[in-house]
């Protein structure tokens, strides 16, 4: 019996005719959360994705024991509707109920602008919105790359305080990010150690 909710065993990521690193295990169990770290190209995306199964490990074996919910660089929003609708229809997907999409916006601030087209949202509101779908989908497993880029100190707060929320709530997090964010307890793996 594991408590395992992400584990990778022994992954290799090739990326066009690039070996990115090979023989990577991790596992995240409920409440634990893993920074990933290196420089540009190191592979911390190529990572998150393997997490997510857009990619396909070229050996290795990625297991996800939970639903995943992932942040990247696209929104991932339909980009004419008003915020709250794009939200809405997300929750639809995931079988979430209204409430919880409140709670979600609650959590990132983001209720006045509910009425907003999502294409009008400045960069750090979208990555807020985006952020806000992760909450709501109730995912066990949050794939977060560069969750905070955009962000100004007081969403990074709202952000470091949802994490720390989900952790609490048994969930797991794996976060790529150039910054460590001052999120509490939580294990590094530096990917540029592995080149
Ligand atoms: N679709 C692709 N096809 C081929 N190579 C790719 C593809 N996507 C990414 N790469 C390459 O894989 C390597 C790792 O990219 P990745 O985006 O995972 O790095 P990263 O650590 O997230 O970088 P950054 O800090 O810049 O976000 C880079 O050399 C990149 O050019």
């Not at 995306?45 to 199964?53: C, K, P």
């Not at 509707?81 to 409430?99: E, F, K, N, T, Y």
């Not at 952000?159 to 964010?181: D, P, T």
């Amino acid at each position: 019996m594991t408590d395992a909710l992400l584990r990778l065993d022994r992954v290799a990521c090739i990326r066009g005719d690039r070996l990115l690193f090979e023989g990577l295990s991790l596992t995240l169990a409920r409440g634990e959360a893993l920074w990933l770290r290196g420089p540009n190209g190191a592979g911390k995306s190529s990572l998150i994705r393997l997490a997510a199964g857009l990619l396909r490990p070229a050996a290795g074996t990625v297991e996800r024991h939970e639903r995943t919910a992932l942040i990247d660089e696209a929104t991932a929003l339909d980009a004419e509707l008003p915020l709250r609708r794009a939200l809405d229809i997300w929750a639809r997907i995931d079988g979430i109920d209204g409430p919880m999409v409140a709670r979600a916006m609650e959590a990132m601030a983001l209720a006045p602008l509910a009425e907003v087209p999502v294409a009008m949202l400045s960069t750090g509101q979208r990555k807020r919105a985006a952020m806000a779908r992760v909450i709501a989908s109730a995912a066990p497993i949050w794939l977060l790359d560069e969750p905070a880029n955009g962000m100004d100190d007081a969403a990074r707060a709202r952000l470091v305080a949802a994490i720390a929320a989900h952790r609490a709530n048994g969930g797991a997090v794996l976060l790529a990010s150039h910054f460590a964010l001052g999120i509490e307890g939580m294990a590094e793996l530096d990917l540029g150690a592995l080149a």
